[in-house]
């Protein structure tokens, strides 16, 4: 296989950034009364602030998720690439803005060049390296000598209150005891915000400053194990199956929220360590012979500052452990965007200077879909020290 190199990364975050205590004022207000779940969960997460695509004055969608995904593609426009001569687009989202055409073609559509092909990804946050991989293994097989891969999110689309309101209206004596949604569903409207980020992917790395040769990337899924743990679009039943819109009877969507992302979150907290970090690491030390003094940089993207110690010390369990002090992630000022949210964590690092030729950068994202994993290997280079790509 021929060596990949990210040559260059891009992220787009809409709007102003949203404190904790404008959260509820952008997205709006469900029910009579505040939420009493948003002071918990943000105080839990850890974060301070996020970007919404939503506008402040008028509570509309400022951007579609194509329009976003779009502008962090066009910002990898530079002397060194252009834009016309992309061979390969590949997207990944959640939450696409519809169900049909799928969402790279929109993208696609949105920046009216080439004529290429063209790939979309779905699930939740592994999403965004799904469509890294496939653009990875496209240039690694020779198909390719240049793609692009995005990760992207516009969450609060379903998030405000309008997607709630009528769920409210029609269940006003279980409000009355409890005012809030079940925090099955208002935990994750305090979790989650939009953004998008792109990378560059080619066959050489660039000519002046550094790249970033892509040494493995590995996914795992643990649904033949798990019940599903966050969903839209569909009702969990008490057996754990999930039962799709399409099952159900139109005049049931609106009032049950079934378009709102639901998290199981006691599932969430009891296996989302194991199924993400320990099962996943001790595949990856023996196969990919991983040692944790190999790593320079170790980049999680965790949903919550909750998990940050969980991650830690199911780390250290299985003889996988990684200080502190070499950790990067930005959750607290970018919030948690989902499939976006390594794109964005790896922009920041990449242009942050910190980075030297030779150092290693392992990414880890974690997906509470139905527990999925991806692992991917980076070492930073230069044009002088491009070396061999691992096994």
Avoid at 111 to 128: D, H, S
Avoid at 353 to 379: K, N
């Amino acid at each position: 296989m021929k060596s990949v190199y990210i040559t260059d990364i891009s992220a787009v975050l809409p709007n102003d950034p949203v404190s904790n205590s404008e959260m509820e004022a952008v997205l709006g207000q469900v029910g009579s009364k505040p939420s009493r779940a948003r002071a918990i969960v943000t105080r839990s997460n850890g974060i301070k602030s996020r970007h919404y695509a939503v506008d402040r004055t008028t509570g509309q969608p400022t951007h579609t998720n194509a329009q976003l995904t779009a502008e962090a593609v066009e910002k990898l426009q530079s002397d060194d690439f252009d834009l016309a001569t992309m061979q390969c687009l590949v997207c990944g989202t959640g939450l696409a803005d519809q169900m049909v055409p799928n969402h790279a073609v929109m993208v696609h559509g949105e920046l009216g060049k080439p004529c290429c092909e063209v790939v979309a990804t779905a699930g939740v946050c592994v999403a965004g390296m799904t469509a890294m991989k496939y653009a990875y293994l496209g240039i690694a097989s020779g198909e390719f000598s240049n793609a692009v891969a995005t990760g992207s999110e516009t969450a609060s689309t379903m998030m405000r209150a309008a997607m709630y309101e009528q769920e409210v209206a029609g269940n006003i004596e279980a409000l009355e005891k409890q005012p809030e949604l079940a925090f099955e569903k208002d935990f994750l409207r305090w979790m989650l915000s939009d953004g998008a980020g792109a990378v560059l992917l080619q066959a050489q790395p660039k000519p002046q400053g550094l790249s970033l040769r892509i040494e493995w990337m590995v996914q795992r899924s643990y649904a033949h194990e798990m019940d599903t743990c966050m969903y839209s679009g569909a009702e969990k039943t008490a057996d754990g199956k999930l039962v799709g819109w399409q099952q159900l009877a139109p005049d049931t969507w609106l009032p049950n929220s079934v378009f709102a992302v639901k998290q199981d979150v006691k599932l969430l907290n009891e296996h989302i360590i194991n199924y993400t970090i320990e099962k996943p690491l001790v595949e990856i030390m023996t196969t990919k012979s991983l040692k944790p003094d190999d790593v320079d940089y170790f980049l999680p993207h965790y949903s919550s500052k909750f998990f940050r110690q969980k991650v830690y010390d199911g780390m250290a369990r299985v003889n996988f452990e990684i200080p502190f002090e070499r950790w990067f992630t930005n959750i607290t000022t970018k919030g948690n965007i989902g499939s976006a949210s390594i794109y964005i964590i790896l922009d920041e690092l990449y242009h942050s200077g910190r980075l030297q030729a030779g150092q290693t950068i392992l990414c880890y994202v974690p997906e509470s879909g139905r527990f999925s994993t991806a692992f991917m290997l980076l070492t930073v280079c230069d044009s002088q020290s491009t070396g061999e790509q691992a096994e």
